[in-house]
């Protein structure tokens, strides 16, 4: 089993179009789940932001919830979330959950860019 560990690792020169791109890595879970808070009281909708999820191995009720903490928290007028690349598991709850029909979920990082910037900019 996994260790119950969560980091959070942010970039917003990655793009090169002004995204903060965050990569969550480990556990997202009930006792990891302050890290996540923590992290996100510190952002406001303000800039768009890609969360990447390839490196969250698992995630349970408690991190449905944190991703539909930080969807609400980081949209609002010229600003907008998309998640990418979620792995198996992590699919699978969002499945189980109706997440993938409510929240702007991309199987690519390049698509959930996309969705991010204005037509006129392509990465």
Same mark, same amino acid.
């Given at each position: 089993m996994d260790d119950d560990t969560l980091t959070i690792d942010t970039d917003t020169a990655a793009t090169g179009h002004g995204v903060l791109v965050v990569r969550p890595a480990g556990r997202l879970?009930?006792?990891?789940?302050?890290?996540? #808070?923590?992290? !996100?009281? +510190?952002?406001?909708?303000?800039? =768009? $932001? !890609?969360?990447?999820l390839a490196e %969250? +191995?698992?995630?349970?009720?408690?991190?449905?919830?944190? %991703?539909?903490?930080? #969807?609400?928290?980081?949209?609002?007028?010229?600003?907008? $979330?998309a998640f990418a690349r979620p792995g198996a598991r992590v699919a699978r709850w969002l499945q189980i959950t109706g997440l993938l029909?409510? !929240?702007? $979920?991309?199987?690519? +990082?390049?698509?959930? !860019?996309?969705?991010?910037? =204005?037509p006129m900019v392509t990465p």
């Open positions: 879970v009930w006792n990891t789940a302050a890290i996540w #808070h923590s992290w !996100l009281e +510190t952002r406001t909708a303000g800039e =768009p $932001v !890609l969360i990447d %969250l +191995t698992f995630l349970d009720a408690t991190g449905v919830s944190c %991703l539909i903490a930080a #969807h609400r928290r980081l949209t609002g007028p010229g600003a907008a $979330v029909t409510l !929240l702007p $979920v991309f199987d690519t +990082t390049e698509a959930a !860019l996309r969705s991010l910037l =204005p």
